[in-house]
């Protein structure tokens, strides 16, 4: 398997753990009995992990190296899964959110991404490089969409397995946690071949290519933060409201919400093909 499939592989399992996790972490919060002030803390505390952890591979990952970095913010992620599974105090998962850079949004975005970005053009020519990054963003909503499918696990677990809500909810976090995993063994099969471009620029002196990503994607990631307090008003539905919102329900309006935009991406796959001369 050739790097550029790695990577694809990485992304679409990770955006899987990302899309569940978007609607599953306030309902496992819950069932520990957290309010939605906590609640809420415990998702920014989440997304101010990633953000520190976007920083350091944006100053520092051209020069610790592109494989390394994903090696280690990913395994970050899974110590903090396996955290938050078997936590139950307020500190400890709060630690667990902000170690594991715990994605409450639902939506793929920390420093694996920006890594993943700046390594994708070593994989391919000039002439599919186009092509190459409207895949990997197609394969990142069909991640995100069926994650959210995945957060009625908790049900299933209870249905299938006869588990208690508790052991349910924290069966599902291990689940998210293997998810997160997978990547990691993508990662260690990566060839030096995506330091490639990181060396090039070096040489040349040039502005490292992460830092011209996150320039790029700064509007972006302060649109995605705006939306964060989602989670706390669905929440807040759960727990408010004589009708609740399940997490099956949750899972199935996420997956309406990705699909138009997964729609867009394959019209963008389909075009980026450049007709043979």
Same mark, same amino acid.
């Given at each position: 398997m050739n790097d550029r499939a790695l990577i694809y592989a990485a992304v679409l399992f990770r955006s899987l753990a990302t899309g569940m996790m978007g609607v599953l972490l306030g309902i496992h919060l819950a069932q520990l009995s957290f309010d939605t002030r906590a609640i809420g803390l415990m998702v920014t505390l989440g997304l101010a992990g990633a953000a520190l952890g976007t920083a350091f591979v944006t100053f520092f990952a051209d020069h610790v190296g592109h494989r390394r970095s994903l090696l280690l913010v990913t395994a970050l992620s899974v110590i903090g899964a396996v955290l938050l599974a078997f936590g139950t105090g307020p500190w400890l998962l709060?630690?667990?959110?902000?170690?594991?850079? &715990? %994605?409450?949004?639902? +939506?793929? +975005?920390?420093?694996?991404? &920006? !890594?993943?970005?700046?390594?994708?053009?070593a994989t391919v020519s000039d002439a599919e490089r186009t092509l190459t990054f409207a895949r990997y963003n197609v394969l990142q909503d069909i991640g995100h969409a069926l994650g959210s499918l995945l957060a009625a696990a908790p049900s299933l677990l209870e249905h299938t397995l006869h588990l208690e809500a508790g052991a349910?909810?924290?069966?599902?976090?291990? $689940?998210?946690?293997?998810?997160?995993?997978?990547?990691? $063994?993508?990662?260690?099969?990566?060839?030096?071949? $995506?330091?490639?471009? +990181?060396?090039?620029?070096?040489? %040349? #002196? #040039? #502005?490292? &290519?992460?830092?011209?990503?996150?320039? !790029?994607?700064?509007?972006? +990631?302060?649109? @995605?933060?705006?939306?964060?307090?989602? $989670? @706390?008003?669905?929440?807040?539905?759960?727990v408010n409201t004589k009708k609740p919102l399940r997490a099956r329900r949750f899972s199935?309006? %996420? @997956?309406?919400?990705?699909?138009?935009? %997964?729609? @867009?991406?394959?019209?963008?796959?389909?075009?980026?093909?450049?007709p043979k001369a």
């Open positions: 709060g630690a667990a959110a902000f170690i594991g850079m &715990v %994605n409450g949004m639902g +939506r793929d +975005r920390g420093a694996a991404l &920006v !890594l993943e970005q700046g390594a994708l053009p349910a909810s924290r069966g599902s976090m291990l $689940i998210y946690g293997a998810l997160m995993a997978v990547p990691l $063994i993508a990662y260690a099969r990566l060839s030096p071949a $995506i330091e490639s471009r +990181r060396t090039e620029l070096r040489a %040349n #002196k #040039k #502005k490292p &290519v992460l830092e011209v990503l996150n320039l !790029l994607e700064a509007p972006e +990631r302060a649109a @995605t933060l705006a939306c964060s307090n989602s $989670i @706390t008003s669905l929440l807040s539905l759960e199935r309006i %996420n @997956t309406l919400f990705e699909a138009p935009t %997964n729609a @867009t991406f394959a019209c963008s796959c389909s075009h980026s093909r450049k």
